[in-house]
């Protein structure tokens, strides 16, 4: 029953798909260029590729070229919707003010006049030309890629589905899943799946980034793939003070987590070894000589995560390097957040045009997109989002004069930053020290359960130091982000002035806690 569906689905997208393409070629032809519909060809071929990628997300795929082609259709599906939601957006204004006019206002409506970063007032301000040889270009390589999935669509029935259910809303299966990072999780496979060298030669691949950019959560994800337990006997995970001298426990002492045992299976296994920084040649020998020696189950493959790209040279295989989503990939991610869809955000262009420039201030942040699209989504109000969006403006301008540097850089070097609130004047600064993470089976009874929430309206009273939850992940391993924060007696001339030279612009905000 199972391949007649699947052969009736692939016969009815394969159709579909056909007679889109032709019928955009033919108007091509005809044409001799962009015509008025071209926006909505863009569209229809959006949603025809999209049924095909996320069928295939559904799926268990195992063909190399498969999976490259996937990655470029994703990847082309990511900046066609990008570009159609600016195009929406453009027209949107365009049809209700003219441009000049526009341009002319004295006072300009706050939704489009926030940032010359825009990428919708980039578009507006942008030659005919150079908007019909983008969309130009972007429609070209759809129907390039549409035209070749005719094969696709009949391969991909032949492999067995991953899921039988989503959830209904968009935004809730994007919260519950891993996004964006396809190519990177097949990468880490078909590493673990290749032939072992041997116990005395284990294989090592490096897997690096900068902090919460996903490298455990990646690693976690391939490590409950149904492939990577049938082919290790053990799977064992070394944090970052089980590895971070040479010195790895034994099991039974607390000197790692068990996550996959089957001893009666093939008789390897696979050690993840995260690393809190840099680490040298002579530690890293010790830690392999500790695994190659003292485990129940020969240790075949090692997984090392870290932020130092210095890790590298450890590697067995070319280091894999986890980079922040490409612009385009977070648009679609945050957007799905913010309005709980993926097309809600085309019906409602002001919306839309506040959403794009608040991704782009968020600057390719996970926490942030599911901070702050869980709080837009709350309120689907122009007024609201606007409001949002310039606290956060101010909030980084303020991070920019004070010590040249944005919030999020300096959290991720560990060092504080004041919290940005929603009420217009405040007595006292909140300060954050350092984001740190926490597993679910590591969490403390007695930390208080302040949110992010409690913070941006300040519903709580606030005194010394505490801990605050900022999100709870739904996905493995299950991680909880909590934020060490204090309270500082607020100085206008501290955070409203710009310092007088740039020595006094790099300082960190002496921090008195009351």
């Known amino acids: 029953m199972e391949a007649l569906v699947s052969a009736v689905l692939g016969d009815l997208i394969s159709r579909s798909i056909s007679f889109a393409v032709d019928r955009c070629c033919h108007r091509w032809s005809k044409g001799g260029g962009i015509d008025q519909d071209a926006p909505q060809r863009l569209r229809r071929l959006l949603l025809r590729v999209q049924v095909v990628v996320e069928e295939a997300n559904r799926r268990r795929i195992t063909n190399q070229s498969m999976l490259r082609q996937l990655q470029l259709m994703r990847e082309g599906l990511y900046r066609g919707y990008y570009l159609f939601s600016a195009f929406k957006i453009s027209h949107g204004v365009m049809r209700d003010n003219k441009p000049q006019d526009r341009e002319a206002t004295s006072h300009p409506s ?121 082919h290790f006997s053990l799977i064992v995970f070394f944090s970052k003070c089980d590895a971070g001298d040479g010195k790895l426990l034994p099991l039974g002492d607390g000197g790692g987590v068990v996550k996959h045992r089957d001893l009666a299976s093939s008789g390897k296994s696979l050690a993840v070894v995260e690393l809190a920084g840099d680490v040298d040649e002579n530690t890293w020998g010790r830690i392999l000589c500790k695994l190659r020696g003292e485990y129940e189950v020969p240790v075949s493959k090692v997984v090392v995560t870290s932020r130092s790209d210095k890790i590298a040279s450890f590697g067995t295989t070319q280091a894999l390097e986890l980079n922040l989503l490409p612009r385009e990939a977070y648009w679609y991610y945050f957007k799905t957040i913010a309005f709980g869809s993926s097309t809600d955000a085309e019906e409602q262009p002001e919306l839309a045009d506040v959403c794009m420039e608040m991704a782009e201030v968020l600057d390719r942040s996970f926490l942030g997109a599911i901070q702050v699209g869980n709080l837009l989504r709350c309120n689907p109000c122009p007024h609201f989002w606007r409001r949002i969006l310039g606290c956060f403006k101010e909030y980084n301008s303020m991070h920019l004069r004070l010590f040249g540097e944005n919030p999020g850089d300096l959290i991720e070097k560990d060092r504080p930053v004041y919290l940005w609130t929603l009420l217009p004047k ?21 930390v208080p359960r302040v949110t992010a929430d409690d913070l941006h309206t300040r519903s709580a009273k606030f005194q010394g130091k505490f801990e605050v939850l900022i999100w709870r992940s739904l996905i493995p391993p299950y991680y909880s982000y909590f934020m060490s924060c204090g309270v500082q007696a607020s100085s206008s001339s501290l955070l409203c002035k710009p310092p007088r030279n740039r020595q006094i612009q790099q300082q960190q905000p002496r921090l008195k806690l009351m």
């Open 110 to 230: 706050p939704s489009f006049a926030l940032s010359r970063f825009n990428p919708a007032k980039r578009l507006r301000r942008s030659t005919v030309s150079d908007r019909e040889a983008e969309l130009q270009e972007v429609l070209a390589r759809l129907e390039r890629m549409a035209s070749d999935m005719k094969e696709l669509v009949v391969f991909l029935s032949c492999y067995p589905p991953l899921m039988n259910r989503e959830p209904y809303s968009r935004h809730l299966w994007l919260e519950n899943c891993l996004f964006g990072r396809q190519a990177e999780q097949d990468r880490i496979i078909s590493f673990l799946l290749e032939p072992e060298a041997g116990p005395e030669h284990p294989g090592v691949l490096p897997v690096i980034g900068r902090p919460r950019v996903g490298k455990s959560t990646l690693v976690e994800h391939v490590c409950h793939d149904d492939r990577v337990r049938k």
């Open 426 to 446: 405040v007595d006292t600064a909140l300060i954050g020290y350092r984001v740190y993470k926490v597993c679910s089976a590591q969490q403390r009874d007695d």
